[in-house]
T-cell receptor, first 114, second 119 residues
Framework: QKEVEQNSGPLSVPEGAIASLNCTYS??????FFWYRQYSGKSPELIMF????GDKEDGRFTAQLNKASQYVSLLIRDSQPSDSATYLCAVRVGGTSGTYKYIFGTGTRLKVLA | GAVVSQHPSRVICKSGTSVKIECRSL??????MFWYRQFPKQSLMLMATSNEGSKATYEQGVEKDKFLINHASLTLSTLTVTSAHPEDSSFYIC???????????????FGPGTRLTVT
């Protein structure tokens, strides 16, 4: 069983719509969750991180975490063609500094259609 | 914001040779740096965790004698791919964590990546 799972997509949404990206993880003890955006040929850039159950909003982005269901999602409102990229879900596992690491999902490719 | 650089950005080498990739944190100190590898259309796979002043921790299946990691200072970690083969061709990305931050302000900063092609 993969530790972090995402639907590879592509997920196609029209411009202006809400894009919903989902991620499940297997380690129930995970505490920190991250969403990264990666354009082709580039390294990932952090969009949001979330630690607590519930929603966290930042501009057009909302991260949702449900630890009981081991599920984290990212909503992108008013999707723009520039949002077209691969979105990586990452989970931090491990304990104190120096012993933790990040596990990435395979990513979901998002296409926003103009 | 914190900046991480990698050098070179792109390298082509012949099979059997060694290649060194540098990862630098430019405006912060990083006790811990991570090295990832990404094959086309696949996700980032953690290769090893590099800790300043100590040996790197390698992930299962990653040959430590082939991928040599040196974290000599708080701002520099190097990855050397020894006796490179075509199957080592990949996108290598490092990341660094700024020390001293509180847990809820944590993030890792990624370098721009190094595209390695072994012919």
């Amino acid at each position: 069983q993969k530790e972090v799972e995402q639907n590879s997509g592509p997920l196609s949404v029209p411009e202006g719509a809400i894009a919903s990206l989902n991620c499940t993880y297997s380690d129930r003890g995970s505490q920190s969750f991250f969403w990264y955006r990666q354009y082709s040929g580039k390294s990932p850039e952090l969009i949001m991180f979330i630690y607590s159950n519930g929603d966290k909003e930042d501009g057009r982005f909302t991260a949702q975490l449900n630890k009981a269901s081991q599920y984290v999602s990212l909503l992108i409102r008013d999707s723009q063609p520039s949002d077209s990229a691969t979105y990586l879900c990452a989970v931090r596992v491990g304990g104190t500094s120096g012993t933790y690491k990040y596990i990435f999902g395979t990513g979901t490719r998002l296409k926003v259609l103009a | 914001g914190a900046v991480v650089s990698q050098h070179p950005s792109r390298v082509i080498c012949k099979s059997g040779t060694s290649v060194k990739i540098e990862c630098r944190s430019l405006d912060f100190q990083a006790t811990t740096m991570f090295w990832y590898r990404q094959f086309p259309k696949q996700s980032l796979m953690l290769m090893a965790t590099s800790n300043e002043g100590s040996k790197a921790t390698y992930e299962q299946g990653v040959e430590k004698d082939k991928f040599l990691i040196n974290h000599a200072s708080l701002t520099l970690s190097t990855l050397t791919v020894t006796s490179a083969h075509p199957e080592d061709s990949s996108f290598y990305i490092c990341s660094a964590r700024e020390e001293g931050l509180a847990l809820d302000s944590y993030e890792q900063y990624f370098g721009p990546g190094t595209r390695l092609t072994v012919t």
